[in-house]
């Protein structure tokens, strides 16, 4: 079975930092892309960074680009997201995901979100003003 599971979200003061972690196994993790996407109540899921299977290429939402920042670790199957400079804004459930195996994005990712197949269960960041 894969399994991606997100940690490190919390409750941090606007203009401070979080980085969350996601952890995949059941899949040939340097195979695929990761994708982060994050849900305020009664709003629509939104893309916010990808990266694709080696690294190579990374890509922001502009909300978030030249404040957040994606990386991964293969050997240790992880996808990080380096959070700085928080808003309030940023106030959302966040998950991370992983396009499906016969996905045409299995290697480099996409922000169209209905392209990812496997998905965490989120991590919950809070900024507070």
């Known amino acids: 079975q894969v399994q991606l599971v997100e940690s490190g979200g919390g409750l941090v003061q606007a203009g401070g930092s979080l980085r969350l972690s996601c952890a995949a196994s059941?899949?040939?993790?340097?195979?695929?892309?990761v994708g982060w996407f994050r849900q305020a109540p009664g709003k629509e899921r939104d893309f916010v960074a990808g990266?694709?299977?080696?690294?190579?290429?990374?890509f922001y939402d502009d909300s978030v680009k030249g404040r957040f920042t994606i990386s991964r670790d293969n050997a240790k199957n992880t996808v990080f997201l380096q959070m700085d400079s928080l808003k309030p804004e940023d106030t959302a459930l966040y998950y991370c995901a992983a396009p499906g195996g016969d996905s045409w994005y299995r290697g480099s990712g996409t922000m169209r979100q209905n392209e990812y197949k496997y998905w965490g269960q989120g991590t919950q960041v809070t900024v507070s003003s």
């Open positions: 990266i694709s299977w080696n690294g190579g290429s990374t």
């Open positions: 059941g899949l040939t993790f340097s195979n695929y892309a």
